[in-house]
């Protein structure tokens, strides 16, 4: 079935930020990847900070407010220039006293991390922060205060809110574990939706005690055959019996030297295409049809990642896809929507173009498009900095090694990559 939550990049959502990611539980947060410096004072090579809604257009708002503190606190060089970051931030924020609405809540309670971080780390490496910061402590202190009591009044007049609104509210609070999150519950009847599954088997039961005819149920009904007769009295092309794994084997059958450039790719594209076989459970070329495109569509954002995932259950895409559907999401990891794109679509492309020039596949090419939103967004790459390229360029192998085999190893010996091309360090 589709996803409720899934949508198309046709639909009405526009593309998500960068640094905006979302948890499994539906919940929305800031992620950013760290440098080698942040990553020592934090433990850790990613910087994740709840940002309490499951709203998309909210957290594009909050997640504004959080990038104005979270890039200066990911720069910092040190404990002590973090803990001057963090110091200036709470005075400010205590001065402006308690939080009026929601959103402004929300920015404060997510500041608490990194705070409650920069705690832990001072004290495992022995950094005294009150000689440096001597109101810190207080203004902590204070500020944690003004989030709770803003907490509780929103919590309180929420209540009042909903109590005031009729028993429908307030049984949705019921089903609301945070603030502000308000659940309204139709005041009409809603018909539950009809099961045609269930009338259709009712018919063919009747029909069989009149008829004599067996009954059919929806896992028992036979794969249609490709009509070939009928193909060939309208002129077109037979539709190809040849099963899907069949064509596969072909696809990735070597060619000669001539044709070498044309299997470029193909390798990578075994993965998809396989799972697509196991998951549509190998039929003829000639039964793909766009409804079958359309299921496997569905199924390519819902195959997780290996990450705690055993490896007898980790050795191809469809192992991963049924370990996800009999086990909690909770622990699993969704891939990256670049992985989708770029390997899972890019593969399936080459190999049903590939099908069409063969005449294995008489149907239009599919577009596939969907999404989750629960798919992970790429993590912009470290790169280098100016003082991390200049030490890489200070190195033996750049400025004089030992010999061919120890080049990063100081010597006399001009190298170019491991080439050594001057024996004489200076006579260049």
């Keep these: 079935m589709y996803h409720p939550g899934r949508v198309s990049q046709?639909?009405?959502?526009?593309?998500?930020?960068?640094?905006?990611?979302?948890r499994p539980d539906g919940r929305y947060c800031l992620q950013i990847r760290l440098g080698k410096r942040a990553a020592e004072i934090f433990g850790r090579p990613l910087l994740r900070v709840s940002l309490r809604t499951g709203n998309f257009n909210?957290?594009?708002r909050r997640l504004v407010k959080t990038l104005k503190w979270?890039?200066?606190?990911?720069?910092?060089?040190?404990?002590?220039?973090?803990?001057a970051l963090v110091d200036q931030r709470l005075r400010a924020y205590v001065a402006?006293?308690?939080?009026?609405?929601?959103?402004?809540?929300?920015?404060?309670?997510?500041?608490?991390?990194?705070?409650?971080?920069?705690?832990?780390?001072?004290?495992?490496?022995?950094?005294?922060?009150?000689?440096?910061?001597?109101?810190?402590?207080?203004?902590?202190?204070?500020?944690?205060?003004?989030?709770?009591?803003?907490?509780?009044?929103?919590?309180?007049?929420?209540?009042?809110?909903?109590?005031?609104s009729g028993p429908n509210l307030s049984q949705a609070a019921g089903g609301a574990d945070k603030v502000g999150q308000l659940q309204i519950l139709p005041t009409s009847p809603v018909l539950a939706p009809f099961d045609f599954v269930a009338l259709a088997q009712g018919l063919a039961t009747e029909m069989a005690k009149h008829f004599g005819s067996a009954t059919i149920g929806p896992a028992e009904q036979p794969h249609p055959k490709p009509d070939i007769k009928a193909a060939e009295l309208k002129g077109a092309a037979p539709a190809s019996t040849k099963k899907m794994s069949d064509a596969l084997a072909e696809f990735l059958k070597p060619a000669d030297r001539k044709r070498q450039h044309k299997m470029k790719g193909r390798g990578e594209a075994e993965a998809v295409v396989q799972f697509a076989v196991d998951f549509l459970g190998d039929p003829h070329m000639g039964e793909l049809s766009n409804e079958k495109w359309t299921l496997?569509?569905?199924?390519?954002?819902?195959?997780?990642?290996?990450?705690n995932i055993p490896r007898e259950f980790s050795k191809t895409l469809f192992q991963r896809y049924e370990y996800a559907k009999t086990h909690d999401w909770s622990d699993l990891v969704r891939v990256t929507t670049t992985t989708i794109k770029s390997r899972y679509w890019g593969g399936l492309y080459k190999f049903i173009d590939w099908a069409i020039q063969e005449k294995l596949y008489?149907?239009?090419?599919?577009?596939?498009?969907?999404?989750?939103?629960?798919?992970?967004?790429?993590?912009?790459?470290?790169?280098?900095?100016?003082?991390?390229?200049?030490?890489?360029?200070?190195?033996?192998?750049?400025?004089?090694?030992?010999?061919?085999?120890?080049?990063?190893?100081?010597?006399?010996?001009?190298?170019?990559?491991h080439l050594v091309v001057r024996e004489e360090y200076g006579s260049v």
Excluded: M
């Design 10 to 22: 046709k639909g009405k959502h526009v593309a998500r930020p960068a640094y905006l990611s979302r």
């Design 362 to 417: 008489l149907g239009p090419r599919p577009k596939f498009e969907c999404i989750d939103p629960e798919n992970l967004a790429p993590l912009p790459r470290d790169a280098f900095d100016d003082e991390e390229l200049l030490t890489l360029l200070k190195q033996p192998l750049f400025t004089g090694c030992k010999n061919r085999t120890h080049v990063w190893r100081e010597g006399g010996f001009r190298a170019v990559a």
């Design 70 to 83: 979270a890039l200066e606190i990911v720069q910092a060089p040190d404990l002590e220039a973090l803990g």
């Design 296 to 307: 496997l569509d569905e199924a390519l954002p819902d195959i997780p990642n290996r990450d």
């Design 96 to 164: 402006a006293g308690v939080p009026g609405d929601e959103s402004e809540l929300s920015g404060r309670q997510a500041f608490e991390h990194p705070v409650r971080t920069f705690f832990v780390r001072a004290r495992e490496r022995g950094f005294f922060s009150r000689p440096h910061f001597p109101d810190l402590a207080k203004n902590w202190v204070s500020f944690v205060d003004q989030n709770k009591a803003a907490e509780s009044e929103f919590a309180k007049c929420t209540a009042r809110r909903l109590k005031s």
């Design 58 to 60: 909210e957290a594009r």
